[in-house]
Each structure stands twice: as structure tokens, then as C-alpha cells.
């Protein structure tokens, strides 16, 4: 009945450290984790397919900025470190090669949560067909993985950021909301008891869920292909935009927007909103949620009506549940405006203050 | 007269802080830097050349364990985290494509710092021929450098740690103490006073910049490419053993070692220590640094005479004052000793305890 995934907790006789363990005990106990042949060598040796772009993408999470490990536990960790990765490819239209850790840590650090890390990431990588290919382990004061992931995408497929054209439906993969729905419940679990309405038991771990191991959506790239190659012969040659909603859904507007020298108008009715958020929190909580609560890892995608058909086409029977939504349309200009029922009203103006933003809002 | 680089510092009118800039205030400050259209995607596209594999590897700088921001110019923060990788792409045989920075860094940080930073990452990946091609940032109570460098090498010229066979010559391709003499220096620079025959201004100042100014071995590549493959059609295909020795020349044989199931021979008195070393410091300590020193990114090969005599026809005009010296052989067994003038002799076994440890001895 509960549908977080069940990953059996380390079993360590003793409560090590890695101090206890030094950086080679510790690397022979993290080998299992990964490709083989990895520990060992300088780098990782990789062979890419013939005539494939390389994409690179490097991603962060800090203790105490992106999680707490008193809180989180260390397979979600893993896991969203790696997600956070693949959805970077995801977003460029890339498959992943493989992925490497770098991990700066404290010498008090368990041992059974450093191996949970690597479960997390292991099993997150394993899941997208893909491996952790190399690493680096050094100590620091505060536990920071930074994560590069490496993928291959044929070149006149690669999606940009600066390539949306006024005309453009803005379409997403998924809901938006739920992971910061999920981080709200972690922090209170209480919190599911109050409101209106409160979520179902099973609506409450899909949100934690969400927020714990999204899940990057990869899945969409082979349809993606298939209906941007199509797109492309019938509108000679042009590119097309996407990003990942990993800062929110009304940030990957603004800076698809920003990129790509164009405007948008957002329909507040068609906003992908969590089924039953909006009934616990209120309209406007929900609305805040979906557009600015971030890390819910799914496509904004950028495509004309006719590619837009296609891709719909391409996934056919495979499309997930939510399928695709169409949230808003390309326009002349700079600005992003949410319009609600009214289409006489002039709309809200978004920006990127609002905006998950590392070294201004935080501090 | 001042061999050290003379990287102008910043001009900042104003002590801004990262806080003060904003993520996207920063990574505009930061985009010259870079390759063009690295900022503003959630990934980098490269291209890698046919039938190359490709080498990935990643290496973490912490403040307060691998530098000290308030001794450490941040010019040459940068300028080692970049060198370091390369260094690791040499030692795999590798030219570079690119290399990414991922940054964790406290809001407090200086703009100033950070593009000296940059500068410094800058000026050596430019410096061989390549660029930095993506990254990320974001905040942490401590700063943390992650650099994933990628490089490309014909498939079957890839040197691996676990290559090294019996009767192979063990050689470098610089000398070894440099860094730790230059660290010394900076950490109590009087020390340049005393001792039986203090180093020379020269010297010190080779010595500060070894340390500051590593220089990856990728000189060493297209040469060593040149006579592993004569080596190869000569030898029935075999593989060759390399390693750079960032962790200390004792590390890397005892590594090499290890992962290929031999051991080593050490000639003391050809062991690679920097002219002036044992007159200033004593033959004891000059040895230790000699030994366990460790960050002065030579490269360290396991080679046949024959591919050691084809590698110095191959370099021949173009090689380096040092040359390359051999310090040792591979035998059969698992030690690695160092012997002295007389052959009858034991030997002093060397073991990984005394090596550069992140978890054991540091702690």
C-alpha cells in the first residue's frame, strides 16, 4: 500500500565512520555501487556512439541547502542527486553515457550512510539504463555531492533554451507542485491533518514521493526524437526549446522566455496543479506551489501545434497518465503574464524574482 | 626576473559580495570565462572526434584541506583545480575537450575572489588549448571546487593503472618534492633563510610556483601516443600502466602496483629530487618529500625498454630540460622497495600509510 520504494537500510555490524575506514577501505566498499572497473584508474573510459553530440551536465546539492541529512534519508539523497542529472539530459534531449560523484565529506560521516548514498544513486542510475563511471572522494566540513552526468544526443535534435519561436504551445510532462507539497509534509507532518481537505493517505506519499524520488523524464525522449526529426523536415531544420522545471515551473518560462527573446501568455486554468492541492491549501497556496515551488524535475517543452501533434502521436499507448498539458502559448515581447478566465483582463506579470534563486531570496 | 604568472587582479570598485550579485548577476560576471553559449543551458554539447573513447574524471578542492583561501591567491586555486584534472586526462593518455566547474560556495565570498577564481581556471585550461564548457553553483556554508574534466584517446592506447608487467622500466617525467618545498615555503616563507645551503631565489620561486602553478604533463601525450603504438604492433597488443602521481611518487608506484599485481624496484639515488632540495633540507626530509611529498602532477609510466627508447626518439627535440629519468623497475612479488648504493641490501619497504590519505592520517 505505500508506494515509496522500499530500499533495505545498510546493515553495518558497527557504527564506522570513515575515518575508521580511510579513502581506500572506503572506495572498496563503494565498488558495488558502481560500473565496473570504475575504482581504480584516473578516469573513466566511455565509448560514445558514432556521430552523437556529447552532453555534459553538473549539478549540486549541499547539506543544509538542498537537504538535511538528519531528515532526508541518505537513498533519497542519492536518488535526486542522480534524478536532478538525468532530467538535465532529459531537457537537452539527451540519453544518458553515465554519471561521476564527487563527494566532499566530513569524517564523522557513517559509513551506512555514505553506502545508502551510493544505493540511492545506484539504484536511480540503474533504473535510466545508465552507471556511476567514475568519483572522487575528499573530506570537508560539510557533506556537498556534486554530480556530472554525461549523455549523447543525435546533434540537430539537441534542445535549447533559446530556441522558442512566438506561435510555440509551452507544454508539460507532468504536475507541478507535488515535491513542494511532499517537502511541506516532511517538514509538518501534521500538516496533512489540517485545511479544508486534507489529502489521502495516498495522495500524501505521492507528493512525498515526488519531493523524495522524482523521477526525470527520460522516458520522453525517445518520443521526443521521433517527432522533432519530423518536426524538422517539415519546417526546414528549425531548433526547438526545453528545460527542466527543476527551479519551477514559472522559472523555466521566464528563462525559456529570457533565452529565447520572446513572450508568453500562461492560462491559470490549464496550470498543471497536483489533483487535490488546491482543495487542502487554497487556490492561491496552490497556484504559488505550482509555479514557483520548484524540483519537480518534469519537461517545459516549447513545440508548434504540428510538432506538438506528433510528439502525442509518438508516444501513443506508451504516454503516462498525465500525458502532455498544454500550459500556455509563445508571444511577442519580454513578459510572461498568467491570465485567468477573464481574456479581456491584462494578466499577472511573473518574474524571476519570485523564483528559486541561490544568492539573493536565500540569504 | 619573477617566473611566477602575473595574473592581473580583479577591478572591483566596489567589495561586492556573491550575495549582493545574485545567482544571475554572477553567472553573467562569469560568462567571459567561459566557452560561448556555456551559460544559460542545462547542459554543454561537445563533439567528440570519431572513434575516440572518451575519458571522464573528477577532482574536489575544499577550502581549509586542499587550500586556504586567505594564503592561496585565488588565481592559483583556480589555476590548480584545472591542472589537477588535466593532469589525471594525461595520466589516462587523454587530450581534453572541456572541462566543467561546479562551485559551492558561501554568499560571503568576494566577487573579486571568485574571478580571480575563474582567471586562474581560465588561463589554464586556455593555456591548453581547451575550455571550460559548463558548470553550476550554488550556496554552502564552505567552499568546495568540483571539476569534471573530459578528454579523448584512440581506444587501444588508453594507459590503465593495472598494466604494469615484470620487467618494465618505471619512470618519470619531472622532478618530485617541488610542491611540497613550495608549500613550505608559502606556509613560513623565512624558512628560504635558513638550513645549511638556503635554495636560491630562483629555486624558491621554481619551487612556490610548482606549487602554485602545477603544470599537467599533456606535453607528454601525443609522444607517448606516437611510441605506444610502435610498442604495440611490437608487443602483441598489450596494454601500458600509468599514473600521475598528485597523491606522491611512492603513492602512484604503490598504486600501480597494486592494481596490476607486481612490485617495484626503487633506486634511491634516481629518484627525481629537485637540484638544491637535500642541500637545503637534508637528504632525510628531501627524500621524504621526494617520496610522499605528493601534488606535483608528474606522470609516472610503466614501460618496456623498448617503447621507454621509442618515447625518447619520439619526443626527441621537443622534450623537456628534465627529460624523462627512470627511478625503478617492475618485479614480481608485491613490495615496493627503495634500495640504496649497495645492490646486496634489502631494501626499505614502502607502503600507502605514509602517502597523502584523506580519511586516516589527516584525522
Known amino acids: 500500500m505505500n508506494p515509496l520504494p522500499r530500499i533495505p537500510s545498510p546493515r553495518n555490524p558497527a557504527p564506522l565512520t570513515i575515518a575508521d575506514l580511510g579513502e581506500q577501505g572506503l572506495l572498496q566498499r563503494l565498488q558495488p555501487f558502481c560500473a565496473p572497473g570504475v575504482v581504480g584508474d584516473d578516469g573513466a573510459v566511455l565509448q560514445p556512439s558514432p556521430g552523437q553530440a556529447l552532453v555534459v ?3 549540486t546539492l549541499v547539506e543544509g541547502v538542498h537537504f538535511s541529512a538528519t531528515t532526508t534519508p541518505p537513498e533519497a539523497v542519492g536518488w535526486r542527486s542522480a534524478a536532478a542529472n538525468l532530467s538535465d539530459l532529459a531537457a537537452m534531449g539527451a540519453l544518458p553515457l553515465g ?14 550512510w555514505l553506502e545508502g548514498l551510493y544505493q540511492g544513486l545506484a539504484q536511480c542510475v ?26 549523447e544526443v ?7 533554451r533559446n530556441a522558442a519561436q512566438v506561435g510555440d504551445a509551452i507544454v508539460v510532462t507532468g504536475y507541478h507542485g507535488a515535491s513542494r507539497a511532499g ?3 516532511l517538514l509538518d507532518p501534521d500538516r496533512a491533518l489540517t485545511g479544508l481537505c486534507p489529502p489521502s493517505p495516498q495522495q500524501r506519499d505521492q507528493w512525498i514521493r515526488a519531493h523524495q524520488y522524482p523521477r526525470p523524464r527520460l522516458d520522453w525522449v525517445p518520443w521526443l526524437r521521433s517527432a522533432l526529426a519530423q518536426g524538422q523536415s517539415a519546417s526546414a531544420s528549425r531548433s526547438f526549446a526545453a528545460m527542466d522545471s527543476s527551479d519551477g515551473l514559472a522559472d523555466a518560462v521566464l528563462q525559456l522566455c529570457r533565452a529565447s527573446g520572446v513572450g508568453a501568455h500562461l492560462v491559470q486554468a490549464d496550470l498543471p496543479l497536483p489533483p487535490g492541492l488546491a482543495s487542502w491549501q487554497g487556490l492561491a497556496t496552490a497556484l504559488d506551489w505550482t509555479l514557483y515551488g520548484g524540483e519537480d524535475f518534469e519537461l ?5 501545434e504540428t510538432v506538438l501533434a ?17 500550459v500556455g502559448t509563445i508571444v511577442a515581447g519580454s513578459q510572461v503574464t498568467l491570465h485567468g478566465s477573464d481574456p479581456q483582463e491584462p494578466g499577472r506579470v511573473l518574474s524571476l524574482d519570485r523564483g528559486f534563486q541561490h544568492f539573493s531570496e536565500l540569504f
Open 57 to 59: 551536465t553538473t549539478d
Open 99 to 112: 554519471l561521476t560523484v564527487a563527494l566532499a565529506l566530513p569524517s564523522t560521516c557513517s559509513v551506512a
Open 126 to 151: 540503474g533504473d535510466y539504463g545508465t552507471a556511476i563511471v567514475g568519483g572522487d572522494l575528499c573530506r570537508a566540513p560539510h557533506l556537498v555531492v556534486s554530480i556530472t552526468a554525461l549523455g
Open 154 to 160: 543525435p546533434p540537430p535534435l539537441v534542445l535549447k
Open 183 to 185: 517537502l511541506e509534509l
Open 300 to 304: 517545459v517543452l516549447c513545440l508548434p
Open 310 to 326: 506528433g510528439l502525442e502521436a509518438a508516444s501513443g499507448a506508451g504516454v503516462p497518465a498525465f500525458g502532455l498539458r498544454r
